[in-house]
C-alpha cells in the first residue's frame, strides 16, 4: 500500500475466522521514526488504529485510521517503516497476533 493513500483511507488488513471474532489492526512506527509524534521514552508509537467484528466464520477486512498528528507529520515523509501487527480475538477469548513490518512508501 502506498503512503499517501494509507494516510487518507487508512491502512487495510484481511483476516480470516471460523466463527466469531474481532480483529483489532495497529500500526507502529519505531521510535527512530517517531520524530515529531511525542515519542519521548516509548520504543515505538502507535499511529494507527482499527478494529471490525465478525458475526460469523468468514473473512473480513478491517482499516486501522491514522491519528491526525500521526498524518500531518508522516504526510511530508517519503518512506516510513511500520510495524503492523493484527490481533484477531474469538468469542471464546483465544487470541491469535501477526506482525509483520512493512515499508509505506510515495
Do not use: N, W
Request: hydrophobic letters at 35%; aromatic letters at 4%.
Amino acid at each position: 500500500q502506498r503512503l499517501l493513500t494509507a494516510l487518507s483511507r487508512g491502512y487495510r488488513a484481511r483476516f480470516e475466522s471460523s466463527g466469531a471474532a474481532r480483529g483489532v489492526l495497529e500500526v507502529f512506527v519505531e521510535r527512530s521514526q517517531a520524530r515529531g509524534l511525542g515519542a519521548s521514552a516509548r520504543t515505538r508509537v502507535r499511529v494507527a488504529r482499527g478494529t471490525r467484528s465478525l458475526t460469523k466464520p468468514g473473512r473480513g477486512t478491517v482499516i486501522a485510521k491514522f491519528t491526525r498528528k500521526s498524518r500531518k507529520v508522516l504526510r511530508k515523509r517519503r518512506t516510513v517503516k511500520v510495524l503492523v501487527r493484527l490481533t484477531v480475538t474469538d468469542r471464546s477469548g483465544r487470541r491469535s497476533v501477526k506482525s509483520q513490518r512493512v515499508t509505506l512508501a510515495r
